[in-house]
């Protein structure tokens, strides 16, 4: 009975072994993989992993463009707000598309984006880690709408924010005080951003704090220069016709609408299951191999949708 067994065992090797150009190739029985019975392309996207909520409500700019000294000095960014959406009939301009030269619809975003105010300028030095805050200056008057967003309970407070820093505007102070830091980002600082806020009075809104947003100064021949346009612009409102042009191609960034915990079917797009399926059909039949003993991130899975950060490159803007 051990001769049978031993060859029965060596007829079973003999059968995943192979001969090619000379060189015995052993092909395990458990490499041999299955297959599947209907090809498809897999749901939902991993370049937007991992998907969760922002950390902010509003939208951050996490890189600003690239600064080129043979353009005037200007803003590169502005802050608006969703009013709705509407639809536009437009000739598309697609070679060798069946839509070229025809009219199509197409869905529009409309923002409210009344001028911002300007409070202050911040000077950064490089460092080997990236930039770093040298010194802020700030205007000598700010409106209670860019204070409150300095308070929680403004109504509760004694509302003296920067009453003690507005006195180094005065006459005998200022040299000292004003002047210095501005010299002090002239000689070290390699980036300038200004410091503005919006005008939330304006809009049929609640709220009355405003959204204070940093925005970087691009253009122009040397450092000075940022500073001087920066400086005039100080307790002036900037319209959005001063930073983009008619038909510009720009970045939108925000924060798209939060739906909560959702499903997969909901979630990433899967395919329901059979009717008759046992413990619902709104999931994936299999999330994976029985080793590796772990999930893979690839697998679809139930969790956090919407209220995500997203960036929409190269949109068209329309001015009105």
């Known amino acids: 009975?051990?001769?049978?067994?031993?060859?029965?065992?060596?007829?079973?090797?003999?059968?995943?072994?192979r001969r090619v150009r000379g060189v015995s190739i052993i092909q395990q029985s458990s490499t041999i993989m299955s297959h599947r019975k209907f090809e498809a392309p897999r749901h939902g996207s991993l370049g937007f992993l991992p998907r969760k909520r922002s950390r902010k409500f509003r939208g951050r700019i996490r890189k600003f463009p690239r600064d080129d000294p043979t353009k005037p000095v200007g803003l590169t960014a502005f802050l608006g707000y969703k009013a709705g959406m509407?639809?536009?009939?437009?000739?598309?301009?697609?070679?060798?598309?069946?839509?070229?030269?025809?009219?199509?619809?197409?869905?529009?975003?409309?923002?409210?984006?009344?001028?911002?105010?300007?409070?202050?300028?911040?000077?950064?030095?490089?460092?080997?880690?990236?930039?770093?805050t040298l010194t802020t200056v700030w205007a000598n008057h700010l409106s209670d709408?860019?204070?409150?967003?300095?308070?929680?309970?403004?109504?509760?407070?004694?509302?003296?924010?920067?009453?003690?820093?507005?006195?180094?505007?005065?006459?005998n102070n200022k040299a000292k005080t004003i002047d210095r830091e501005i010299n002090r980002i002239k000689k070290f600082c390699k980036v300038v951003r200004v410091i503005a806020h919006t005008q939330v009075r304006r809009l049929p809104m609640n709220t009355k704090k405003a959204h204070i947003l940093e925005i970087q100064v691009n253009g122009g021949?040397?450092?000075?220069?940022?500073?001087?346009?920066?400086l005039?612009?100080?307790?002036?409102?900037?319209?959005?016709?001063?930073?983009?042009?008619?038909?510009?191609?720009?970045?939108?960034?925000a924060v798209t609408k939060g739906h909560g915990f959702e499903g997969v079917v909901t979630r990433w797009g899967v395919t329901r299951l059979p009717r008759k399926t046992h413990k619902g059909l709104r999931k994936v039949a299999c999330i994976g191999a029985w080793h590796p003993a772990?999930?893979?991130?690839?697998?679809?899975?139930?969790?956090?949708?919407?209220?995500?950060?997203?960036?929409e490159a190269v949109s068209y803007t329309h001015l009105t």
Request: glycine residues 4%; aromatic residues 12%; charged residues 30%.
């Open 1 to 17: 009975h051990r001769v049978d067994r031993r060859q029965r065992q060596m007829c079973i090797r003999d059968r995943y072994q």
């Open 86 to 132: 509407t639809h536009i009939v437009r000739e598309a301009n697609k070679p060798d598309s069946k839509i070229h030269k025809k009219e199509v619809v197409e869905s529009v975003t409309i923002l409210e984006t009344p001028p911002m105010i300007v409070v202050g300028i911040v000077g950064y030095v490089e460092t080997p880690r990236g930039l770093r």
């Open 145 to 171: 709408q860019c204070k409150r967003r300095f308070y929680k309970t403004w109504y509760a407070s004694k509302k003296k924010a920067f009453t003690k820093y507005a006195k180094k505007y005065a006459e």
């Open 221 to 230: 021949t040397d450092i000075s220069a940022k500073i001087e346009y920066a």
């Open 232 to 253: 005039r612009l100080f307790e002036k409102h900037v319209p959005i016709d001063a930073v983009f042009e008619q038909n510009e191609m720009i970045d939108t960034i």
């Open 294 to 311: 772990n999930i893979q991130w690839t697998v679809p899975r139930a969790g956090q949708y919407g209220f995500y950060h997203r960036t």
